[in-house]
């Protein structure tokens, strides 16, 4: 493996939430663009005449340089309306959807686009000279970028005003969990579900392993199991994760244990390269494989929103929420194992349970909003559409998770006729869904 191979996931990961990358690309292209064109030289009566610019070289270049300064400006707008949509989704729904405004392709494909137009435009004023006999055609793609920028302010003024609705926001995250989920990230799919794996103490090292430390702090963004299993099978070694997907490590602590498999020696310096070059560990969490983190801003949206008393997004935050608890609840879960072809078990990765799902899409906001039968109602509604979908053995959970919505709207709710209605819900969602076991799947392990 190369060096940029071993780098590539951080520098992916980082890249793709920066506003600067496919500007720099999109400008590079310009540039380019523009030195080529400046080559070509048409003829007067050809074919693209009608569409050509025909001024003289000084009306040329007072063009360009009016294309420039109006592009600077108008960029201006652009950048003041992203800040402006950023601190709306930061203070009034999560802070965590920063990241998603940063990460977002159609913004940074404007931004480039503006940038790049004024790049374009200001170079071209090196190749027009005192003569007339300059590149007509790159004028004009100056003209043309220009109306390109007009049409991509159009365009973003009409994104930003959709995308700070309240369903925008909510179906975006909706979206990138349920990629996450397709994506079958460690903890989620065919391999995941070992809560019956006897003797892995998961908050413990393994018997005789050694530490592989983190070389930075940050939280666990992408882990690459074909990465982690060579390493392993190269030292003939266990590799057991301390934190899984959106799990956090501080520098200097342990990101993973290792122990021989057959009783022979680990190399821990090699080792511990493989191990850092496999796990990508960036200052936030991300949405490409990590499921919990969409919940995460679904909740914080729903919490927001009570504090200002917006009761109606909190129904929309638990309705995507029991989209997402739906998508979740037939899947396996939980811790995974990797084994290879002789029956070894070579990495070891945590992951959540569904009770664990459960509790985060539905603790805080129960407890935040127990007084109000609007939140009560919309978490039955919740948990309604997660035992519509989950296995047998997960109905004893959100019967469970039931339960607590019950006590805490007893406990809270002293109107007798909005506590009704929330318990007539109830009611009617246990019979719905029927009763079930707690959540104990059965170990299934992935051979590679």
């Keep these: 493996m190369t060096v940029t191979g071993m780098m590539s996931g951080q520098r992916r990961e980082t890249l793709s939430g920066s506003l600067w990358f496919v500007p720099l690309l999109m400008t590079l292209v310009a540039l380019l663009l523009g030195g080529v064109l400046a080559e070509v030289k048409l003829p007067e009566n050809g074919p693209l005449s009608p569409v050509l610019y025909h001024g003289g070289a000084e009306d040329a270049r007072r063009l360009l340089l009016s294309v420039a300064t109006a592009t600077v ?60 006999d300059y590149p007509r055609l790159a004028v004009t793609m100056g003209i043309v970028l220009l109306f390109a920028c007009i049409a991509a302010l159009v365009f973003y003024v009409d994104r930003v005003a959709h995308s700070l609705q309240t369903h925008s ?46 070389p930075r702090s940050g939280y666990v963004q992408r882990l690459q199991m074909d990465a982690l299993m060579r390493a392993a099978l190269a030292e003939d ?18 990101l993973a244990w290792a122990c021989p498999a057959n009783g022979g020696v680990v190399q821990p310096e090699s080792l511990a390269r ?101 939140v009560m109602l919309a978490l039955v509604k919740q948990l309604r559409a997660a035992g519509a979908t989950a296995t047998p053995q997960r109905l004893g959970l959100v019967r469970r998770e039931l339960e607590l919505v019950r006590a805490s709207a007893k406990g809270d709710i002293h109107e007798p006729h ?6 007539r819900e109830i009611d009617r969602t246990l019979l719905l869904i029927g009763g079930g076991q707690p959540d104990r799947p059965a170990i299934q392990l992935a051979e590679q």
């Design 73 to 132: 400006g108008v960029f201006a707008l652009v950048v003041g309306l992203t800040l402006v949509a950023l601190q709306v989704a930061g203070n009034r729904y999560s802070p965590r959807l920063v990241r998603s405004f940063l990460r977002d392709r159609p913004t940074q494909i404007v931004f480039g686009l503006f940038i790049a137009t004024f790049a374009y435009n200001a170079a071209g004023l090196y190749t027009v000279g005192a003569q007339d």
């Design 169 to 214: 926001l909510l179906n975006s995250v909706g979206v990138a969990a349920r990629r996450a989920i397709d994506a079958q990230p460690p903890g989620i799919g065919r391999s995941a579900g070992m809560s019956g794996l006897d003797g892995v103490p998961w908050d413990e090292p393994p018997v005789g392993a050694i530490q592989l430390l983190a």
């Design 237 to 254: 070694a266990v590799i057991q994760l301390v934190p899984g997907i959106g799990g956090h490590v501080v520098q200097g602590t342990p």
């Design 274 to 374: 493989a191990v850092n070059r496999a796990i990508t560990i960036g200052s936030g969490r991300s949405s490409y494989n990590d499921v919990a983190l969409g919940a995460v801003q679904m909740v914080d949206m729903a919490l927001l929103s009570m504090h200002v008393f917006d009761y109606h997004t909190v129904e929309q935050s638990c309705a995507e929420l029991g989209v997402l608890l739906g998508r979740i609840a037939g899947v396996p879960l939980g811790p995974e194992a990797v084994i290879d072809s002789t029956g070894t078990i070579r990495v070891l990765v945590p992951g959540l349970y569904f009770q664990d799902y459960l509790e985060l899409a539905c603790g805080e906001i129960r407890r935040k909003g127990s007084s109000e039968p609007v």
């Design 418 to 423: 909005d506590l009704e209605r929330v318990l």
